[in-house]
């Protein structure tokens, strides 16, 4: 016989999968504090200690199920961490160990870090994006698809995923004053994106525009039949436009940024991740204080609590990203 429901099915499906035990819900942050009591006698404190390490940096991941987490979800996270080769293998070697001992308690279905991607030698990402493959990215834009897209990102400092997120809802325009050189007062328009979300500073911050890519912004703000400002170009078999959906961070890596960096000829390894590197640097350079220049890119590494970042003022932030070079 078969199933009267498709409730029933799926069950069926999941006793099965799991040799006629219910599948246990537990975060990732619980099976890590279960595994750590039963694995820390077998090691020695400081083997541990470098465990206990590499686990921090997913973090983001700490609160959810186990068993909903993906392979993609933990390579991100390798790909946003700043440290180097050592530290990714380490991470690769936990996740290996945590997942390991959470599909033999029941908590996850399968291991998924056996194919994560602990790169070569020092840590490509660190290297930003230069000047010199900006340009090379902004004369590629109306002959390689989503160019626009790259070179936005460096100009907005947005992490891939908080950029690919923005919707055009997140566009704001402000009239505000400013004063010249002689002293005298006039009114000027400033366009910024609200978006971020990562760290509790980066969330819903202010990002003003830069000159350099104002009209892709505006442009992209009329494309219709999206809400999304940097949406997928979704195809069909036959290569026919069919519409538009958000476009995950590994089909951005994977089969957008890496290719064309690849057909344009830019260092082989670096990640999207560059881009903001890339912005970061100009910040450096750019005219304001550092309280500003946090505020814009969202950084938690900076003396600062999230009700000043959100005290610092509009006029402050447009002065820095205009002198961005």
Avoid at 183 to 196: D, F, N, P, Q, S
Avoid at 217 to 235: G, S
Wanted: net charge positive; glycine share 8%.
């Amino acid at each position: 016989g078969g199933f009267r429901t498709k409730k029933e099915a799926l069950e069926w499906c999941l006793t099965a999968k799991t040799g006629g035990k219910q599948r246990i819900d537990k975060s990732l942050s619980a099976v890590y504090d279960e595994w750590e009591k039963k694995y820390s006698p077998r090691v020695g404190a400081s083997t541990m200690a470098g465990y206990k390490a590499a686990y921090k940096h997913f973090s983001k991941l700490h609160p959810l199920y186990i068993d909903t987490i993906t392979a993609q979800d933990l390579q991100d996270c390798m790909d946003e961490c700043k440290a180097g080769k050592r530290t990714h293998q380490q991470m690769k070697v936990v996740a290996g160990l945590i997942w390991g001992y959470a599909v033999d308690s029941n908590y996850a279905d399968r291991d998924v870090t056996t194919n994560l991607y602990t790169g070569k030698g020092t840590s490509i990402q660190r290297d930003p994006i230069t000047e010199e493959e900006v340009e090379i990215i902004r004369k590629a834009i109306g002959t390689e698809q989503y160019a626009e897209y790259v070179y936005a990102l460096c100009y907005l400092g947005f992490r891939p995923g908080e950029f690919l997120a923005i919707k055009k809802s997140d566009y704001h325009e402000e009239e505000i004053t400013v004063r010249d050189k002689k002293g005298k007062t006039r009114t000027e328009k400033v366009a910024y994106l609200i978006g971020g979300g990562k760290t509790e500073a980066g969330t819903d911050r202010r990002v003003p525009i830069p000159a350099a890519i104002a009209s892709i912004i505006n442009a992209r703000l009329k494309v219709e039949d999206t809400d999304l400002l940097f949406p997928m170009y979704v195809m069909n078999r036959k290569k026919e436009f069919t519409g538009y959906k958000k476009m995950t961070d590994a089909y951005f890596r994977e089969f957008v940024f890496k290719p064309m960096m690849a057909r344009l000829g830019i260092a082989d390894g670096k990640v999207p991740y560059a881009a903001r590197h890339t912005y970061s640097d100009k910040l450096k350079n750019a005219a304001g204080d550092d309280k500003t220049k946090a505020a814009i890119i969202g950084h938690t590494d900076y003396d600062f609590t999230r009700k000043r970042y959100q005290s610092t003022d509009i006029n402050d932030l447009k002065t820095v990203v205009d002198s961005l070079e």
